[in-house]
């Protein structure tokens, strides 16, 4: 008679209208009785921190483009991304003056800053009496020397030292 004590009466209130048992540890993963309250907290916690708008499974499958081969989507499309090779990894976080020792443009660049500027409307030129020389030209006071020199170039009139 005392097993028959230990069991539930048939009009109790926990097997009649709406039956209740007791809710299983979160951690339950055997036979025990899932119950609405220990399901609902499961899919809480799969759900757990996902936004609102990707919270069920047509969300998903709608953010996903409704690829059934998704998976095979993305590996073709990282499949078809740069490869590392040795020189984009050497590349890789330089910076602008790191690039240009790796590419070996530091002597164009200092030739480039030794180059003569435009602003400088010729004041830069060094050794200008020789620059005048090698293209020829008059010096403001003009010389005889480079009088000749002008005049044998031909096809020029003959100086004669006097203005008009």
Request: glycine share 10%; hydrophobic share 45%; aromatic share 4%.
């Amino acid at each position: 008679m005392g097993e028959v004590q230990t069991k539930a009466p048939l009009d109790s209130l926990a097997l009649t209208g709406t039956p209740t048992a007791p809710m299983p540890e979160t951690t339950a993963a055997g036979i025990e009785i899932a119950t609405a309250a220990f399901v609902a907290a499961k899919v809480a916690q799969l759900v757990g921190s996902a936004p609102e708008a990707l919270d069920t499974l047509q969300e998903l499958a709608d953010a996903l483009g409704n690829d059934p081969n998704f998976a095979i989507t993305v590996l073709n499309k990282l499949a078809g991304k740069q490869p590392l090779d040795e020189t984009l990894t050497a590349l890789s976080g330089k910076s602008a003056d790191g690039f240009i020792e790796y590419v070996g443009l530091r002597e164009t660049i200092n030739h480039a800053a030794d180059a003569l500027h435009k602003s400088q409307n010729g004041g830069d030129i060094p050794e200008k009496p020789l620059f005048v020389q090698n293209i020829g030209a008059l010096p403001a006071s003009g010389t005889a020397v480079a009088a000749n020199r002008l005049a044998s170039r031909g096809g020029l009139p003959a100086l004669t030292g006097t203005t008009r």
